[in-house]
């Protein structure tokens, strides 16, 4: 008897081995021409058997994204997703690097500071960190982007890896135990928000983007987020004790310390605090134990790391990449080849930027407003206690994941892996899933073994494209809106009713 929503054994089988043929390719890909470190970044063409590992990389990506869109809806099991998810990874956890340079960065940005030099104001380059030539030209001479806890933590790699490869191998251990730490909180998150955790956990552990960036990337997003749901997880357990914000605003505030993306929750982290009614009151007594918490963990960080608030600095200079992926810079290069059509160089993308800066600030305080009225809204409802229960955390949930999703539409900058911010909180809390599993789907096939993005070689063409999908959400925003349609419900409407 088939179960709706439920994928028959004979698919959900295909699925699983086609998805790890898939990984299985791009492992073969990341010894032929992934990010090696004897290797300069001479672009992937000019990669040991460059041919070979990029065909070997599409036909993987093919394969996983095919098998994980198949069961887009839910894995058979919970059980069965974790097993799933963890074969997929095997392949991945014993390549070289995939995708990203990033984690070279990481290792000398440790190595500087190990070597007693400030990360904030010092590039690797002129620290003298030896692994320097392994380091993405365009990184080796700004400040370290990334919070005094992975400071410490990159520094702690060094000592304990030694070598670069020892280093790396430790940071792969970070971004693993990230993951590890995610995958346990999914199933709570998921039942508390009345998600079936089936899905939530297939859609959020085994998305491609997780086994190649995460995992074999070896990104601190990873550790980012593992700290950020388990502090979202304290929270909806929480029940108002004290104790309990007080843990949950530590682990946030580690997160943030981390990565400062994770900021943009703790708006509605401080929403998912209240217990009882939903009141100012309220709201400041228990948002105002979580925030105090969050901001002495911060200060006790920059301390601690002996570097102060020097690390807000080097968030200025991860804009230094201009890509067509981001959808203000892409709008800014369309509007500078129109410009240069009339013989006129506006340089338009740092003012696109600004627009969309801007933008999004509105559309977080507009999200959040919504959340927190929503909220107010179910102090008057009369309805069965378990179904109370999951609508509060739903909402408080889906508005985080949906302000993450803005945060990544609308940043400067936007490579694939930021798109895993969203999908693990979206994933345990929306109730339709297309309108953000089909861009993480998209953003699998962006990169190269050699951390090559595509949006290299689809300057112009990317650019018009993306211009013209945000002139399109822009049309359909203004005629739902205009409809009386465009404004979500707090149990799961607005960008989770998308199809």
């Known amino acids: 008897m088939t179960v709706p929503g439920v994928p028959t054994e004979g698919r959900a089988r295909s699925a699983r081995y086609v998805g790890l043929i898939g990984a299985v390719l791009l492992a073969v890909a990341g010894w032929q021409g992934g990010v090696l470190s004897e290797v300069p970044p001479t672009g992937p063409w000019r990669a040991p058997h460059g041919p070979a590992a990029i065909l070997c990389w599409l036909a993987g990506t093919a394969l996983m994204v095919g098998a994980w869109w198949a069961l887009r809806a839910g894995a058979p099991s919970t059980r069965w997703a974790y097993v799933t998810a963890g074969l997929w990874a095997l392949p991945l956890l014993v390549t070289p690097p995939l995708a990203s340079r990033d984690v070279y960065s990481y290792a000398c940005q440790g190595w500087s500071y190990a070597a007693g030099h400030d990360p904030y104001r010092v590039g690797v380059a002129a620290a003298g960190c030896p692994w320097v030539d392994s380091v993405a030209p365009i990184w080796r001479d700004t400040p370290a982007p990334y919070g005094p806890v992975f400071v410490l933590l990159a520094a702690l790699a060094t000592v304990l890896g030694g070598t670069l490869v020892g280093t790396l191998a430790v940071l792969r251990l970070y971004a693993v135990a990230g993951v590890l730490l995610a995958a346990l909180c999914l199933p709570g998150l998921a039942r508390a928000a009345g998600v079936p955790t089936r899905r939530a956990a297939w859609l959020g552990l085994a998305s491609p983007l997780v086994g190649v960036h995460l995992v074999a990337g070896a990104h601190n997003d990873a550790v980012m987020l593992g700290l950020?749901?388990?502090?979202?997880?304290?929270?909806?357990?929480?029940?108002?004790?004290?104790?309990?914000?007080?843990?949950?605003g530590v682990l946030l505030g580690l997160a943030v310390a981390v990565k400062a993306t994770a900021v943009v929750v703790l708006p509605f982290a401080a929403l998912a605090a209240v217990h009882g009614r939903y009141t100012l009151r309220a709201l400041l007594r228990d948002g105002g134990r979580l925030a105090g918490a969050v901001l002495v963990t911060l200060a006790a960080a920059s301390a601690l790391s002996g570097l102060g608030l020097g690390w807000l600095n080097g968030l200025a200079?991860?804009?230094?990449?201009?890509?067509?992926?981001?959808?203000?810079?892409?709008?800014?290069?369309?509007?500078?080849?129109?410009?240069?059509?009339?013989?006129?160089?506006?340089?338009a993308v740092p003012v696109a930027r600004a627009v969309g800066l801007l933008v999004l600030a509105v559309l977080l305080a507009v999200l959040w407003w919504r959340a927190w009225t929503a909220l107010r809204g179910l102090n008057d409802v009369r309805q069965r206690v378990h179904r109370l229960a999951a609508a509060r955390p739903r909402v408080t949930l889906l508005a985080a994941g949906t302000a993450l999703a803005a945060t990544v539409l609308l940043a400067p900058v936007l490579h694939p892996w930021y798109v895993t911010w969203p999908l693990l909180l979206l994933a345990v809390s929306a109730t339709r899933t297309t309108w953000f599993v089909l861009p993480a789907a998209v953003a699998a096939f962006l990169t190269l073994p050699d951390g090559t993005t595509v949006a290299r070689y689809s300057k112009a063409p990317?650019?018009?494209?993306?211009?013209?999908?945000?002139?399109?959400?822009?049309?359909?925003?203004?005629?739902?809106?205009?409809?009386?349609?465009?404004?979500?419900?707090?149990?799961g409407a607005g960008p989770a009713g998308g199809t």
Do not use: K, N
């Open 462 to 491: 990317g650019a018009i494209l993306m211009t013209v999908l945000v002139v399109a959400v822009l049309v359909g925003a203004v005629r739902s809106w205009r409809h009386g349609t465009g404004r979500p419900r707090g149990s």
């Open 228 to 248: 950020l749901l388990l502090g979202l997880l304290v929270l909806v357990r929480s029940s108002g004790r004290t104790g309990a914000l007080l843990a949950a």
């Open 317 to 347: 200079r991860s804009g230094d990449s201009e890509q067509w992926t981001s959808a203000p810079t892409a709008v800014g290069f369309v509007v500078d080849y129109v410009g240069e059509l009339a013989g006129r160089h506006p340089g």
